[in-house]
């Protein structure tokens, strides 16, 4: 037989990339990707199980009608400026499959900052787009003259921007996001809110200051993570255009259903929640920054950033050691080599956090 060699037919950029695996290992305690705490009321879980219910045999609506007046609702916009999608991921890759005219003969540049959330590289690697990463500056935070050389060069059809950003938990400073947003005039900017709900002050006013400004938001940050919603706040024209991409019948019934219900209803129950990780948060910003060999970073969203002076990868094994499990950034290498993030849980688990920590250290 005539051996088949798949690497001819791949893409080549697959070469560089490893796939999506969380860490699979048993964890008494997980803080490593930024759930909420299970703190939801008995009640709410009970009227969500009833709420449950589909027609099986259906497709789910394939506009998603509902679930887009609901988050309509709450985001102060009309339906027509909502994109859902399967969580906020399957936005981003339809942004990277939609927005990418080649400039010329080259492949279309999508613009982000380092360190932030890996999907917007991933997933414009895997399409064969260029992706440049610009530093944030030592407060991380945009480094506006390095973003605006990088708009010059490269002409960028995408720009991303987290805010608060994962992993450094900060919001970006809104005049830098401001000037930014205006050197980018000829690109579609993207702010990811995935952590507003913990911010004290989200930035909605830059989508209706700006035309190209598209605003991301999701509901796994905020309790919902099983049911993969998030989406796009963007001019009607954007929606439309995103709309001939996403797949069809993408977001399944039940999550149209509980989302839907959760936005509506459930309102105050993921207001508590919020409130009692923000409460959480500051209490474990206050014991960390008590500890001597780690220094927490301020954080506007539902984890820290703790800067350790032992090496990250060290602290990180000796915290799963003891049965906890956070997120180490040494694989990056340079000032991430310090740097660990640790999402806030219940108190419990910030206890048991602390105290491993304490023994680790
Ligand atoms: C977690 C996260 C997302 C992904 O959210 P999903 O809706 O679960 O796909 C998007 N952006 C940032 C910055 C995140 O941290």
Known sequence: ???????????PELGELAAYVPDLGEYAVRLDANEAPPVLSAAARERLAHEAVVAWERYPDPTARELRRAVACRCGVGPESVLVGVGSDEVIAALLTACVRPRGRQAAT????????????MSAR????????VPLDAAWD???????????????NLVFI?????????????????????????????IDEAYIDYASQ??????HRHPNVAILRTLSKTGFASLRVGWLIGRP????A???VRLPYNVNAIAQRLATFALDELGAEMAAVTHFVCGERGRLFTELAALDGVEPWPSEANFIWIRTTRPANEVHAGLCTRGVLARSFHQRGGRLAHQLRVTVGTARENDTFLRALREVL
């Open 110 to 121: 999508v613009l982000t900052t380092t360190p932030t959330f890996v999907m917007y590289r």
């Open 162 to 190: 987290a805010s608060p950003n994962n992993p450094t938990g900060n919001r970006m400073s809104p005049d830098r996001l401001e000037r930014v947003i205006e050197a980018a005039s000829g690109a579609v900017v993207v």
């Open 202 to 207: 989200d930035q909605l006013g830059l989508y």
């Open 142 to 156: 945009l480094d506006v003259a390095g973003m605006m050389r990088a708009i010059e060069f490269a002409s960028p």
């Open 1 to 11: 037989m005539q051996g088949f060699d798949l690497g001819t037919v791949l893409r």
């Open 242 to 244: 995103l709309d001939k």
């Open 237 to 240: 024209e954007l929606v439309a």
């Open 126 to 133: 895997v399409r064969g787009l260029e992706v440049i990463e």
